[in-house]
């Protein structure tokens, strides 16, 4: 009995040691699994997040044709959607809305109607999750953005005839912050902090033809 008995602890410690080395062979496995789950549940959230913005300043956009601040109004609205946590960010989002131009459908920046503006984190209760740096304490934005008024077209009649509508772009970007840049950069083309951008293009609204000269 005394043998057997032995035999059966041996076992035992056999199964024990055996069971602790696979355990160490699949525990880097199950670390990178989670990681990874997390980092692109994080890089999801911030790709469809930009997206959503994107789309809440090209409807505020399209609505305000003949509005000299359109552009600031429009990327407040990106800012206040643009619902992710600055830590998951590397730098400040950027909001550029201008004139779209057919020959160039995802540019914005280099238009020369461009309004680009940079977003920040105003870390304040109740307030929105980010604004534009342009916006003063008191909710106010500059006078005039860089798309005169004079020169959108928004369906006024010319010479007796069905006026023009000129589209808005709205292009949102940020940098996202991988949580383990060494594990993961190689799936964002070994970039550390890949650029996700988000580009929604309107046609502005028709407005009354008092508004028409």
Same mark, same amino acid.
């Given at each position: 009995?005394?043998?057997? #008995?032995?035999?059966?602890?041996?076992?035992?410690?056999? &199964?024990?040691?055996?069971?602790?080395? &696979?355990?160490?062979?699949?525990?880097?496995?199950?670390?990178?699994? =989670?990681? /990874?789950?997390?980092?692109?549940?994080?890089?999801?959230? =911030? !790709? %469809?997040?930009?997206?959503?913005? /994107?789309?809440?300043?090209?409807? =505020?956009?399209?609505?305000? %044709?003949? $509005?000299?601040?359109?552009?600031?109004?429009?990327? #407040?609205?990106?800012?206040?959607?643009?619902?992710? %946590?600055?830590?998951?960010? *590397? /730098?400040?989002?950027?909001?550029?809305?201008?004139?779209?131009?057919?020959?160039?459908?995802?540019?914005?920046? +280099?238009? #020369?109607?461009?309004?680009?503006?940079?977003?920040?984190?105003?870390?304040?209760?109740? %307030?929105?999750?980010? *604004?534009?740096?342009? &916006? $003063?304490? *008191?909710?106010?934005?500059?006078?005039?953005?860089?798309?005169?008024?004079?020169?959108?077209?928004?369906?006024?009649?010319?010479?007796?005839?069905?006026? +023009?509508? !000129?589209?808005?772009?709205?292009?949102? *970007?940020?940098?996202?912050?991988?949580?383990?840049?060494?594990?993961?950069?190689?799936?964002?083309?070994?970039?550390?902090?890949?650029?996700?951008?988000?580009?929604?293009?309107?046609?502005?609204?028709?407005?009354?033809?008092?508004?028409?000269?």
């Amino acid at each position: 009995m005394g043998r057997k #008995a032995a035999g059966r602890a041996a076992r035992c410690r056999g &199964e024990r040691g055996a069971a602790m080395v &696979e355990f160490a062979l699949i525990l880097p496995l199950i670390v990178l699994l =989670t990681f /990874g789950i997390i980092e692109f549940a994080i890089a999801f959230n =911030t !790709d %469809s997040n930009i997206n959503q913005a /994107g789309r809440a300043g090209g409807r =505020t956009a399209a609505i305000l %044709s003949t $509005d000299p601040q359109m552009a600031y109004k429009a990327g #407040a609205a990106a800012a206040t959607s643009l619902d992710i %946590s600055p830590g998951t960010v *590397q /730098g400040s989002p950027t909001v550029c809305v201008a004139k779209f131009n057919p020959a160039q459908p995802t540019s914005c920046i +280099n238009n #020369a109607f461009a309004t680009v503006m940079t977003l920040v984190h105003p870390g304040k209760p109740n %307030s929105p999750v980010w *604004q534009i740096a342009d &916006e $003063d304490d *008191q909710g106010n934005f500059p006078a005039a953005d860089n798309w005169p008024v004079s020169q959108r077209s928004y369906g006024c009649p010319v010479n007796g005839q069905p006026g +023009n509508y !000129d589209k808005v772009i709205v292009l949102v *970007q940020a940098n996202h912050k991988l949580l383990v840049p060494g594990l993961f950069s190689v799936f964002f083309n070994n970039d550390s902090s890949p650029k996700f951008n988000a580009v929604a293009v309107f046609q502005l609204e028709p407005v009354s033809t008092n508004n028409c000269s």
